[in-house]
Nanobody, 115 residues
Framework: QVQLVESGGGLVQPGGSLRLSCAAS????????MGWYRQAPGKQRELVAT???????NYARSVKDRFVISRDNVKNTVSLSMNSLKPEDTAVYYC?????????WGQGTQVTVSS
């Protein structure tokens, strides 16, 4: 059974930082590209950042230079370090695992940026 379990969300003030983690099980982790997506109330889910199984990274323009995605192929985890957070970063953040045939999603973790 495939599981992607996110953690690390919460309430943070503008300008603050958070680190999200996603623990994967039930897949050969090193064979999947991993990513973080987010969905704000009333909006479509959007890409935040992805990292291929070879470590190549891609970021949404709105988070580039503020967020950093990383992966650990031994611990089967992918993380998202978020700095200089803004109210517009408020959303549910979802972990994603994808290869040419299959795609999986986590349940999501809430991030709220507010004073």
């Amino acid at each position: 059974q495939v599981q992607l379990v996110e953690s690390g969300g919460g309430l943070v003030q503008p300008g603050g930082s958070l680190r999200l983690s996603c623990a994967a099980s039930g897949i050969i982790f090193s064979r999947y590209a991993m990513g973080w997506y987010r969905q704000a109330p009333g909006k479509q889910r959007e890409l935040v950042a992805t990292i291929t199984n070879y470590g190549s990274k891609n970021y949404a323009r709105s988070v580039k230079d503020r967020f950093v995605i990383s992966r650990d192929n031994v611990k089967n985890t992918v993380s998202l370090s978020m700095n200089s957070l803004k109210p517009e970063d408020t959303a549910v953040y979802y972990c994603n695992a994808k290869n040419v045939l299959l795609e999986y999603w986590g349940q999501g973790t809430q991030v709220t940026v507010s004073s």
